[in-house]
């Protein structure tokens, strides 16, 4: 009976540390996203240019590849990816169990995006 409380004990804290793992990553991913296409220049270096120009990009030769993909394949939406990866993360890392009805709506609206 007690190493089943420990157990799930165990099991409710290792979710709670994924979520904030997850959370983090998202935030992370969309500060650099962010980052990268703030400081986007079309003159950068990337899969699909090649120059001989000095990289402008504040994240160098990534932030160029990264920012020169998004718009290219996305165009403005990538503006938007930021902005959900940022609010994505931060509801991960508050602990989303409280809120998994918003979780469940924002997923659903999203279907339609």
């Given at each position: 009976m007690v190493f089943s409380r420990s157990k799930?004990?165990?099991?409710f804290l290792l979710?709670?540390?994924l979520y904030e793992l997850?959370?983090?990553s998202f935030l992370a991913c969309s500060f650099?996203?962010?980052?990268?296409?703030?400081?986007?220049?079309p003159t950068d270096p990337s899969w699909n240019l090649v120059a001989d120009s000095e990289i402008q990009n504040f994240l160098g030769s990534f932030g160029a590849t990264i920012s020169d993909l998004f718009l290219q394949f996305f165009g403005s939406l990538s503006y938007v990816f930021?902005?959900?990866?940022?609010g994505f993360?931060?509801?991960?890392?508050?602990?989303p169990k409280k809120y998994?009805?918003?979780?469940?709506?924002?997923?659903f609206l999203g279907g339609f995006l």
């Open positions: 799930n004990y165990l099991i979710r709670g540390w997850f959370g983090l650099v996203l962010t980052l990268s296409l703030l400081t986007h220049a930021a902005v959900f990866y940022f993360g931060l509801f991960l890392f508050t602990h998994i009805f918003f979780l469940r709506f924002s997923l």
